[in-house]
DNA sequence: GTATGTGAAGTTATTCACAGCG
DNA sequence: CGCTGTGAATAACTTCACATAC
């Protein structure tokens, strides 16, 4: 249980995405009666190798015990820390479709460090409608949020062609994270980050594993 | 414009992520009226560089012209051909929740190569609803629509808790492919191809490169 | 015996840099 | 002269293998 060494910098974004999910196996870990874990348990959940989990574990610290293996608990509350999420995060919403309506609604954020506190979009027929704690507001509501709240991160999920100038207005009032559902890049400045989820693209991959047939 | 030497193996996971961007910026380009795009155009949608643009497609063959560039259509029809989305693929979605009644309505999905052909659950007050083209069925008629439609592809909605068997009833019925928005981690054999979705660890990584006040 | 932490080795992926073609 | 395609060089990531601790 040492102090985190490395800061920051150098740390490979794969090992980041897998520390996510060995969060996910730890949360329903907890469930269970089991209260140590080791690295080859973990390595399951990605389908990695225990060598593997150690050295994602061991680019922050020393956190595990010899001969025993994790704690889980202990382990939870390391990763957190690792990701910032021991705090909740603000977050807002920008457009208003369907799929804004189910991420309101969805009660995973919240567990993990993450509480939206608002939602927007200029249609005047969506708004006022209220999805699970959030009501649908004009975006010209939206810089007055996010200053208020002192809000960094954002998700997207305005059609691809207002992607851009949403995402610039953004940044404008102050937001460095951008989680983009839109099927468009962004052109942001290079002190914001951008991650982009594609759906489809999951998909794209499976049908090209299958085609390929590589068992 | 030569026929793919590579037929699957040994293909990089981040090129074939990095294709199904460069397929949503080319599918983009349709509707202006650029004809042809450079390696250089096509990094910017990933943040990467020219050559590695040209590496991921030099992986399948030779699709452009030296001093000039690629056509639009031309590659995009050769990414289709990679990924086998020229043809539609059938998919079903388990678990009839809130994400799956936004999946069922998106309209990308069809555009792209997949049809929903089934949504299913156990939950009796969810059974007849109809989203997009879609009608929520009782699980125990999956099987049959996977026999029927030849399904090959899933995707599982269902919780954390009822993941696991679920995707092994999917597997029985002769799914070969999942695509997991379960917080779960998913046992199954290894011919069939599991990609998980998980929109929290999105936004955990952004919040880490924040925390880590990496520029 | 069991399981972590980590240098060293190995493998995979990316960039360089330039020949080749339009 | 511009831009692709690609061997060679570099960088990034993963695995090996074993000292270390329980």
Redo the contacts between chains.
Sequence with gaps: MTAPPA???N?P?PS??R???Y???L??LVTTEQRRVSSRQLA???GGSDAQVRRDLALFGQFGRRGVGYEVDDLIQVIRT????RRQ?P?VVVGA???C???L??Q??KQ???TLVGAFDTDPRKLGARYGDVTIQHIDEVEAVIARHHV??A?LTVP?TAAQRTAERLVRAGI????NFA???L?VP??V?V?????????????????????
């Design positions: 800061d920051n910098h740390i974004d980041i995405r520390l996510s999910a969060l996910r196996y949360e329903n399951g959940c990605v690792i990701f910032g999420t995060w977050v479709g369907l799929l309506q189910a991420l609604r969805y995973g954020f993990r460090g993450f960094r991160l998700i691809a460095e994270g951008i989680m099927s468009a890049s052109n290079a002190d980050h991650n982009r989820v594609d759906l489809t693209a999951s998909l794209e991959q499976l049908s090209f594993q299958l085609s390929s047939h590589r068992s």
